[in-house]
């Protein structure tokens, strides 16, 4: 199960000495597009995301490994692909980054591929219910087995005692292996952007809701 930094005591070394742990980041995204209030709740939550993980490494040992969604490239160029997909991430791990061997690609490029093409498909919306069902069902195979590599892969990169970073978006359906402890990193922050959001799409939904009732006066 995992554990929530900040709504738990602070674990002792000693508990957890010789386990593999692996320290669950969730995955925000955080375009230029977006309002500014969101982008520096943001900022606010990748700096908390970076000190909280140099807290847990400085009591329970060195980050070994760093994996992120959507990255199927290790090393100096795998870091380089986060500092363009997500630059506020890229600094908060920065630290960690360094290093070239500590960038592990996490995703399988022919099937992340696969899966992000079905996604597309239904994305754009389509007519045939049955063609519907059909790139559904594609869609859904290639998730299961995204799924499947992205466990594997993490159990066969984290050696007993070795620690990782996991940044990935909250709603996945990954089985990590049993006996690897989970840190799930929630500062303070992660709560403030899940409640803009709410905020921002209650107020868009009343607008649609508006202009809906405009149109039919």
């Known amino acids: 199960m995992a554990e929530e930094l900040g709504k738990i005591q602070k674990p002792a070394v000693s508990d957890y000495t010789g386990s593999r742990k692996l320290f669950f980041v969730p995955f925000l995204y955080s375009g230029d597009e977006l309002p500014d209030e969101y982008q520096e709740k943001i900022k606010k939550y990748w700096k908390q995301v970076g000190e909280s993980i140099a807290d847990l490494s400085s009591r329970l040992g060195t980050v070994s490994h760093v994996f992120h969604e959507l990255i199927a490239t290790a090393g100096h160029e ?21 290093d070239d061997g500590v960038m592990k690609a996490v995703e399988d490029r022919d099937i992340l591929t696969e899966f992000m093409d079905w996604n597309r498909c239904l994305y754009v919306g389509l007519e045939n219910p049955r063609v519907t069902e059909q790139v559904y069902k594609f869609y859904t195979e290639a998730a299961k087995k995204r799924n499947a590599i992205i466990a594997q892969i993490i159990d066969e ?8 970073i996991l940044v990935f978006r909250e709603n996945h359906q990954v089985q990590f292996p049993s006996d690897i402890e989970v ?21 868009g939904a009343k607008e649609n809701t508006g202009e809906k009732k405009s149109e039919n006066n």
């Open 78 to 98: 795998g870091s380089n692909m986060v500092k363009n997909m997500n630059p506020l991430c890229y600094n908060a791990l920065k630290h960690w980054l360094k």
């Open 157 to 164: 990169t984290l050696k007993e005692g070795e620690i990782g």
């Open 183 to 203: 840190f799930y990193i929630a500062p303070p922050a992660l709560d403030e952007v899940k409640r803009w959001i709410r905020d921002f799409e209650a107020s």
